[in-house]
């Protein structure tokens, strides 16, 4: 957008002694408030990337493509339409003119009500500058808004009278302005401006249409709401050739015509709009349920959360999957994680990504890479249940790592792997807080219809959110009867990532307890920092309350609703242990490695085997040791068959020996060595007798000591002392790591702190770039040089700055100056000198608001202010 949009002839309506207009966006900037720009750059921060100098940089940077982009994005529907009606209304528009443009000729009070809010949005965001009666949409907008043969407006409108008929005859446009009942010009301009007269006049067009023959008038349905173009063919039908002899179609190409936008306004009854949509769509409820019911369900998924988690993680105790060389997991390797867990591929995948944004899995960075749990797990499993869940929460609220598209492919085609690079959307975050925000708006216990919802958050953010549905419904050829058709530009209706992300938000909030039944749960609520009384039509302000406040008040709500932890098992006769809910931390570590999870849910079912038995012998654990342990947490007496088994395995447990030679076994009993060399089953071992007790194998011992238990012994590994191994629960841990950061969409919003000082810079800047200047006598200079600019500031010998400066800091007035920093950067302030020795000068710096000293040397310039500026 150029700065110098002027607003030729404007003024303040209502009296001649008020001020004029601003003519260009940075005038209008500079007339608001402090509170103003303060609007504006928290509306639009990418804005403050830097801080501007001053409001004419400000005001061309609010006019570039991206960040017009970026605005128009943010904008509601109806917002947008506005927006969308002002680039098709004349340049400047007063205010009538928008309304008719989107209330039509019979008016719309919901429209009315609704404008004024759309405008104040425009406004705010710099976006729509001017008066009432001169408003006027900046440039940029306008070219990406308006319509044109290569990127149709979303109203359906095409080009005016006047852009039509640029390059075409004065003869041919005499000839239309001729077949159309009106009087011959001396000029093309007066002819256009005849036409365009004849199609905005609602009397003299409705007289012209009724002349028109049913056949035209179909032509005109089928293009009144867009696509306006249609091809023709070399001799068209009667009706088409009618339409276009009276400029009702005017040639856009050799094969090609187009509705004049005046036309079409009036056909539509002056609306730029099909159907505007002043009013946010309305909420409906699918069911309701009593809070209490919503609370104790997203308690239940909570919990179930918690336990998924911990059993995904403690799975990969001893190493988890290798990382590929792109980075993620093999789609392989998801599949056995979500056997294991019990659940499809994609909620394997989101319990994976859930854990990785909170910091409790990571790659371990090694030459043979695998991914296993962090140190940052084993605090994470320290802390209660309820703050275990808000931290699972609040890394899903804020993290952009996106489960869903798990699966799918990128831009070039490549699958997108769990864990893996390019799962990021920066939009993420703000959609899931706006779905559950937005579900916090019923009453509590209301679950919202999910395509409500989809419905309102596609109104909310028409660019970024809608479903690509063309803006000219029902559009259509101009007749095959009649010999044209209309040109395929529409955009068929396609799944977005806005309404993808949403549809997750509910699947993945209702999976983690943020959602009961498909209601916003209490603790929820907390960590939205919303009320928990009542609902709220907008929510609590993100930066009124710190994330970690909200996320231990949620923790807090929640806590009451968990189950309580159990001290005790019941041991079975069928060596099964049931653990009637869930079990205290230690009691739970000991029991997963003295037993194996046969079922969980409501009441976990733990199964003694030989081999789990054998595993806590490993851990260092005695027969007496886990006999005294049953039975301190058993409310049942130790069955016999259980006592039996672990006497069993604890009497062939490390009869056998294995250490490093490659490999050997050592046992006191020959006749055991002989077993195992009869032992067909030993082949692949490779074992023969050094001695009597002691065989060698050509394996590593891990191996032999699988080989062996495949086979019913029971070995221990030693150490090259000969003392037993004992192989502890301890799990392997990656080294430190932090959760990854997520991808922000676009700069983040600035806080008070950071808008107050952009704005008293922005206004410090704004201030020395528009003093006026006392004007000096001009001295000639070098022969051949340009003449200086009115206002420019004068370049200055050393002694004249001196001089200058010094008489500055005497007398205590402000002066200009232009200054070279050591980047070679040039700008110009304006400074009162308090002190001037050692080649430097100290002042105050109105620009930067603070005191600062400029070395003489780099001063290229100084001027004294005009008196009304001192």
């Known amino acids: 957008m150029g700065i110098g949009e002027l607003d030729r002839e404007a003024h303040v309506p209502g009296g001649t002694d008020a001020a004029a207009a601003p003519r260009t966006l940075a005038e209008a900037l500079r007339a608001r408030g402090d509170e103003g720009l303060a609007a504006l750059l928290r509306a639009r921060p990418d804005l403050l990337s830097p801080v501007p100098n001053d409001l004419t940089q400000l005001a061309t940077r609010a006019g570039t493509r991206g960040s017009v982009v970026r605005a128009l994005e943010r904008l509601d529907r109806f917002t947008l339409q506005t927006a969308e009606a002002l680039a098709v209304a004349p340049d400047p528009a007063p205010y009538d003119v928008l309304l008719a443009l989107l209330s039509g000729d019979d008016g719309d009070p919901g429209i009315e009500k609704a404008l004024p809010r759309a405008m104040r949005v425009l406004r705010d965001q710099a976006l729509v500058w001017g008066e009432d009666d001169r408003l006027r949409l900046v440039r940029t907008a306008r070219e990406l808004l308006a319509p044109s043969a290569q990127h149709p407006s979303p109203t359906g409108l095409g080009p005016t009278v006047s852009e039509a008929t640029a390059g075409m005859s004065p003869g041919r446009i005499q000839e239309i302005i001729a077949a159309a009942g009106l009087p011959a010009t001396h000029d093309p301009v007066s002819a256009v401006a005849a036409l365009t007269g004849l199609f905005t006049d609602r009397d003299r067009m ?59 306004l009036h056909l539509r009854g002056g609306r730029a709009h099909r159907a505007p949509e002043p009013d946010a769509p309305e909420l409906t409820v699918l069911r309701e349920y009593r809070p209490q019911v919503v609370d104790n369900a997203a308690a239940g998924q909570a919990y179930a959360a918690l336990s998924t988690v911990e059993e995904l993680l403690k799975s990969w105790d001893q190493g988890g999957p290798a990382v590929l060389r792109a980075g993620g997991m093999s789609v392989r390797d998801l599949k056995r994680t979500a056997a294991a867990l019990d659940v499809t591929e994609p909620v394997a995948a989101f319990w994976l990504e859930l854990a990785y944004g909170a910091g409790l899995l990571a790659s371990d960075g090694e030459a043979d890479e695998r991914y296993a749990p962090t140190p940052a797990y084993d605090d994470w499993l320290d802390l209660p249940p309820a703050e275990r869940w808000a931290r699972l929460a609040t890394a899903w609220l804020m993290g952009t790592r996106t489960a869903g598209l798990v699966g799918g492919q990128d831009a070039k085609g490549r699958t997108l792997s769990a864990l893996g690079p390019d799962l990021d959307r920066g939009p993420a975050p703000e959609v899931r807080r706006r779905v559950l925000t937005l579900q916090a708006t019923l009453p509590p216990g209301a679950a919202a219809d999910p395509e409500a919802l989809l419905t309102r958050l596609r109104w909310e953010r028409p660019l970024r959110g809608a479903a690509g549905t063309t803006s000219a419904a029902g559009a259509g050829g101009v007749g095959g009867s009649a010999g044209a058709t209309a040109p395929s530009n529409a955009t068929g209706s396609v799944g977005d990532l806005r309404s993808r992300l949403a549809h997750w938000t509910l699947t993945e909030a209702e999976m983690l307890g943020i959602t009961g039944r498909g209601a916003l749960a209490s603790p929820a609520r907390a960590l939205l920092n919303l009320p928990l009384a009542e609902a709220a039509p907008e929510p609590v302000a993100e930066h009124g309350v710190e994330l970690s406040v909200a996320a231990s008040r949620a923790a807090t709500l929640l806590a009451p609703l968990l189950p309580e932890a159990v001290d005790h098992v019941l041991l079975q006769a069928d060596l099964t242990a049931v653990a009637p809910g869930p079990l205290r931390r230690a009691l739970a570590d000991t029991l997963s490695v003295l037993a194996d999870v046969e079922s969980k849910g409501g009441a976990t079912v733990y199964r003694f085997t030989p081999g789990s038995v054998r595993r806590a012998l490993d851990a260092g654990r005695g027969a007496s040791d886990l006999h005294d342990f049953l039975t301190a947490h058993s409310r049942t007496p130790v069955p016999q068959p259980l006592s039996y088994l672990i006497d069993d395995v604890a009497r062939r447990h490390g009869h056998l020996r294995i250490g490093a030679a490659s490999a050997y076994v050592r046992c006191d009993d020959d006749t055991v060595l002989g077993e195992i060399l009869a032992d067909k089953r030993s082949a692949s071992l490779r074992l023969r007798r050094l001695a009597p007790t002691v065989l060698a194998a050509q394996t590593d011992p891990a191996a032999l000591l699988d080989g062996l238990r495949s086979m019913g012994y029971a070995p221990a590994a030693e150490s090259a002392a000969g003392d037993v191994l004992i192989t502890r629960a301890d799990a392997y841990r990656t080294g430190a790591r932090t959760a990854p950061a997520p991808v922000p969409d676009g700069p983040p919003s600035p806080d008070a702190t950071l808008l107050g000082a952009a704005v008293r810079a922005i206004r410090a800047g704004d201030l020395a770039a528009t003093a006026v200047r006392k004007e000096r006598p001009e001295t000639p200079g070098p022969a051949g040089a340009p003449p200086r600019a009115p206002g420019e500031l004068p370049r200055t010998s050393p002694a004249e700055t001196l001089a200058t400066v010094q008489a500055a800091a005497l007398t205590g007035t402000a002066v200009w100056i232009g200054y070279v920093n050591a980047e070679g950067a040039a700008s110009q302030r304006v400074i009162a000198p308090v002190r001037v020795e050692g080649g430097f000068v100290t002042g105050y710096d109105h620009t930067a608001d603070e005191v600062r000293t400029y070395p003489l040397h780099r001063i290229t310039g100084v001027a004294e202010l005009a008196e009304d500026q001192v």
């Open 206 to 264: 409705s007289a012209l249409l009724d002349t028109a023959p049913p056949e035209a008038l179909a032509v005109l349905d089928r293009l009144v709401w867009g696509p306006p173009y249609g091809e023709v063919t070399a001799n068209p039908a009667p009706p088409v050739r009618w339409l276009r002899d009276r400029g009702l179609l005017l040639p856009a190409s050799p094969r090609t015509v187009v509705l004049p936008r005046e036309a079409a």
